[in-house]
């Protein structure tokens, strides 16, 4: 013989409670969704009723209402609906069974559109704040055999059990239509329902509502204005930005009107007038059919637009059972991929049509809207060439440079970048390609400029393009780099000697990323031991097309006054510990890390200059 399950009431809670909803807060959220839903079914059953599919209704609906009343010292909290109502046997069969609605389609098992609920488990919701829910209800409903159902009244106690009273004639009377619920809460906990949470709680889920609600506290405060967001295509904008300013806390740069038909969702995504914090995600405050869903709903907008943040309505996106969260369905997709249209084309408008408005964007989001360019190529010949990027002739928009020159250089990594930043001609800068989406956009750039083109520098070319020494040094130059590769002593090291700009600059430590790593695994190769040497030999022979067996070079510049008078020292020691200086110099000016031998040689040389310079000599340098 089948058995029906067992539910445990005080499992479930516990469970909604701590795993489902975020805050026991959600429970007055439930109860006016149910109001709405329920004052939407009376419509619904009026319709039905003039159709001729259903009996006349007890009393059609002309006026919903939604009210709410704190708790206060001895009196209840409660919520009352003029909506559709219950009976007694819906009363039992909807009220106490946990996962069942009328709000699915009975045949499907799919939510039905026009309404808020679905799941079947809101009402348990209350239980969080309470220990019993008392409800007492009218239906509007007239029955099969023309009588009106009695009034009732239903009451759920968290141990898990519940009645139902048909309420006598007399008293039936004299209830209004719709349901009232009642909630008393635990001594000394009942913060949640009392008047201030509750006027904050209502403001926040129901300020927007189609359908009033009253919050009777101290005084009677009417909720469920306009939505500005809803109507930002009218011509006078400043409640539209108003609204933004609230919101974010400072008027926004600009409001986005947003529309995605096919999911009933639209709205407006206000440009924040500050850039957001790297990696910050772009998120949307959400409504369901103007109730709010959350503050920060997440995959609602690209992951490019976190320089917007939207607050969207939406009748057709469906939410989780928390209702503090959107399934992340075709649905979902299709709006972040409208929504993501929406914004490109009035980006696009911006560029094209309104120069101050866009430079202000660009000063501001410069690193979104790289992203968004990479993303969408219609927007690319618009607005890439407005992006500014660093180069070694300053902050430049890529315009900017276009202007000294149409052949674009890029250094791929910002190490790279730094190594020549200092040395390239000013006719020639060099890109600093090494942020993300910067070589991704200069590498479209010859498809949309004619004449353009897009090269990545290699770091030894550079060094090769530097001037030569005059022919006259040539054999100085000569002994100098040979003199200076011997004392540095370092196998993975060799000087050179040019003559660059700026010659306040007396060297250049470069080495190529390739380069740097073969020096790497060849150190770990030597020091390795066992089983581990064997791999790194194994993947020293993958590799060994790669920098093998290349070296870093010291590049001295001859214009520079130190390095010529390095040329002219004779004493040995003088010359390896200026010569270690110069060597220390030029790796931190390149920003290359100083190993612990290089920190020690410098300390050393630092040492050995200042004994010498202040004139000890009775010490015996070691000759090295
Ligand atoms: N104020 C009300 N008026 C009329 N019927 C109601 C009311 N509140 C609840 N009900 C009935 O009780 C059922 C269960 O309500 P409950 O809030 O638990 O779930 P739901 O609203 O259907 O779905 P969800 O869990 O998504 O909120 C509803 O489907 C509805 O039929």
């Not at 067992?6 to 909604?16: A, M």
């Not at 509007?140 to 009451?155: F, K, N, Q, Y």
């Not at 999911?263 to 109730?291: E, Q």
């Not at 400029?449 to 005059?470: C, K, Y």
């Amino acid at each position: 013989m089948s058995r029906p399950f067992q539910v445990d009431l005080t499992g479930v809670i516990e469970l909604l409670s701590r795993h489902i909803y975020s805050s026991p807060r959600v429970y007055l959220r439930e109860l006016i969704q149910n109001g709405v839903d329920a004052i939407r079914a009376a419509h619904k059953a009026q319709l039905d009723a003039e159709a001729g599919t259903t009996p006349a209704l007890a009393e059609r609906l002309d006026t919903p209402r939604l009210t709410v009343t704190p708790a206060t010292p001895g009196k209840p909290f409660t919520f009352s609906d003029n909506g559709v109502g219950l009976t007694a046997d819906e009363a039992a069969e909807l009220l106490a069974t946990v996962g069942r609605s009328s709000k699915r389609d009975p045949e499907l098992g799919f939510k039905r559109d026009d309404y808020l609920g679905q799941f079947g488990i809101g009402l348990l919701s209350c239980f969080m704040v309470a220990p019993d829910i008392v409800i007492t209800s009218r239906s509007r409903r007239t029955l099969e055999d023309g009588s009106r159902p009695a009034a009732i009244e239903w009451v759920g106690r968290i141990d898990g059990t519940f009645t139902v009273t048909e309420l006598p004639a007399d008293q039936s009377d004299a209830l209004p239509y719709g349901t009232t619920v009642r909630l008393t809460a635990n001594h000394g906990e009942d913060s949640l329902l009392g008047e201030d949470i509750v006027a904050e709680l209502a403001r926040t889920f129901a300020e927007f509502l189609p359908i009033p609600l009253e919050v009777r506290g101290e005084s009677v405060v009417v909720l469920g204005r306009d939505a500005p967001f809803l109507t930002p295509l009218r011509e006078d904008r400043s409640e539209v930005l108003e609204y933004g300013a609230e919101l974010i806390g400072q008027e926004p740069l600009a409001a986005i009107p947003l529309n995605v038909p096919g999911t009933g969702t639209s709205g407006v995504a206000y440009v924040l007038p500050y850039a957001p914090p790297p990696g910050a995600a772009a998120t949307a405050r959400v409504y369901l059919s103007r109730m709010l869903l959350s503050e920060k709903i997440p995959d609602l907008l690209p992951a490019w637009a976190s320089f917007a943040h939207a607050v969207v309505s939406t009748d057709y996106l469906t939410p989780t059972a928390s209702r503090e969260q959107l399934i992340a369905n075709e649905g979902l997709q299709d709006t972040q991929e409208g929504i993501g249209r929406a914004i490109t084309a009035w980006v696009k408008d911006q560029a094209e049509n309104d120069p101050h408005a866009i430079s202000e964007l660009v000063a501001v989001h410069h690193l979104s809207l790289r992203q968004m360019a990479s993303h969408y190529d219609e927007l690319g010949a618009v607005l890439i060439p407005m992006l500014p990027v660093e180069t070694s002739a300053g902050y430049l928009s890529i315009e900017e440079y276009l202007a000294i020159t149409p052949h674009i250089r890029y250094a791929q990594t910002l190490d790279e970048y730094r190594q020549v930043a200092s040395i390239v001609s000013p006719d020639r800068p060099v890109v600093n390609a090494g942020y993300t989406f910067v070589e991704e956009l200069l590498l479209r750039m010859p498809a949309l400029r004619e004449g353009v083109t897009a090269e990545r520098i290699a770091i030894n070319d550079e060094l090769r393009n530097l001037g030569p020494v005059p022919f006259d040094d040539s054999q100085r130059v000569g002994f100098l780099e040979k003199r200076a590769t011997t004392a540095l002593d370092n196998k993975y090291l060799q000087v050179i000697v040019r003559s660059f700009e700026p010659d306040n600059l007396p060297g250049l430590y470069v080495a190529d990323p390739d380069v740097i790593a073969w020096i790497e695994r060849d150190k770990a190769r030597e020091t390795a031991a066992g089983p581990w040497a064997d791999i790194l030999a194994q993947t020293q022979d993958v590799f060994d097309n790669l920098g093998r067996g290349s070296k870093a070079q010291l590049c001295l510049n001859w214009s520079n006054r130190a390095v010529r008078s390095l040329a002219a020292v004779d004493d040995s020691v003088v010359f390896t510990r200026s010569l270690r200086l110069l060597y220390a110099q030029s790796k931190l000016s390149g920003h290359h890390p100083l190993t612990a031998a290089d920190r020690t040689m410098l300390t050393e040389a630092l040492d050995d200059l200042i004994t010498l310079s202040i004139g000890v000599s009775d010490f015996n340098f070691p000759e090295n």
